[in-house]
């Protein structure tokens, strides 16, 4: 039987985590350490991806904020031998208006989607680096391209990670460690429900996890899920500010 594959997902109960979780499992032997808040909920899912046939599925309630509980969380989902891919998946959707009324809220829309999942990269890339391999795959969001009015403190949340990943990749060049960039556009999963309520069009969670799990296994530096958002993206980063600032998004 072949080594299963070690795989570390920080904010495994997210939607999106767990759907890939899913297709990971159903793919090859892997075992499975999910970092998370909730116990209950991940413990919930680590029962559902033993079902799906993973070889193993622990749960890990980790610190996500501050050097120090970083650490001690890296250093512990490490234990049981150094991963073979660490998905970074962790985040809230803030509200922009409550970040502009309240500081304490713009900081924790900040350190939570921006500062928290830099530092988890930072902390996992340490031992594939030391080694000469691995996947790092860390998701930012469409967001991060340009900031909006409607949701800056979460896009410059993204635009640290969106930077701060590709110096990772820049730095990886040339050894056997892959750092991979997720770009996400809306996505229908809990964080957006309210979003869907407002009739936002959501591309399924499956869809945009299938994305992933495909890019991942690529090697690929940016992975935007649809794929549509590459394109999207790129119109909305060149258009003239003249023009952009007449845009209400």
């Keep these: ?30 075992s499975f350490v999910l970092v998370a808040r909730d ?22 309630v980790g610190g996500f904020v501050g050097a120090e509980a970083i650490a001690d969380t890296v250093r512990r989902a490490s ?33 939570v989607n921006g500062v928290s999942p830099a ?7 340490a031992a594939m680096f030391a080694r000469g391999a691995g996947t790092l795959v860390v998701v930012g969001s469409v967001a991060g391209d340009r900031g909006r009015r ?47 309520g407002a009739g936002a069009k959501l591309a399924p969670v499956e869809d945009v996890a299938r994305d992933i799990v495909e890019g991942a296994a690529k090697g690929r530096a940016t992975v935007y899920a649809p794929g549509k958002w590459a394109l999207i993206m790129m119109v909305i980063r060149h258009l003239p500010r003249v023009v952009f600032d007449r845009m209400n998004i």
């Excluded at 116990?39 to 890990?60: C, K, P």
């Excluded at 530092?119 to 890339?125: D, K, L, S, T, V």
């Excluded at 930077?163 to 770009?183: D, E, N, P």
């Design 1 to 30: 039987m072949p080594t299963p594959l070690r795989i570390v997902i920080v904010g495994a109960t997210s939607s999106i985590a767990e759907h890939c979780a899913r297709l990971w499992a159903a793919r090859a032997p892997t």
């Design 39 to 60: 116990a209950d909920r991940a413990e919930r899912i680590a029962a559902d991806l033993r079902v799906r046939g993973a070889t193993q599925a622990s749960v890990l």
């Design 119 to 125: 530092m988890f990269a930072e902390g996992f890339a």
């Design 150 to 196: 409607s949701n800056y403190a979460y896009g410059a949340a993204k635009g640290l990670v969106t930077r701060y990943v590709q110096g990772l990749q820049h730095r990886s060049a040339g050894t056997g460690v892959r750092v991979v960039l997720v770009k996400p556009g809306p996505t229908d999963t809990p964080m957006t429900a309210h979003l869907r």
């Design 79 to 111: 234990e049981a031998g150094p991963p073979d891919l660490v998905l970074i998946a962790h985040g809230t959707l803030p509200d922009q208006a409550r970040c502009q009324d309240a500081l304490d809220a713009c900081e924790d829309a900040l350190v």
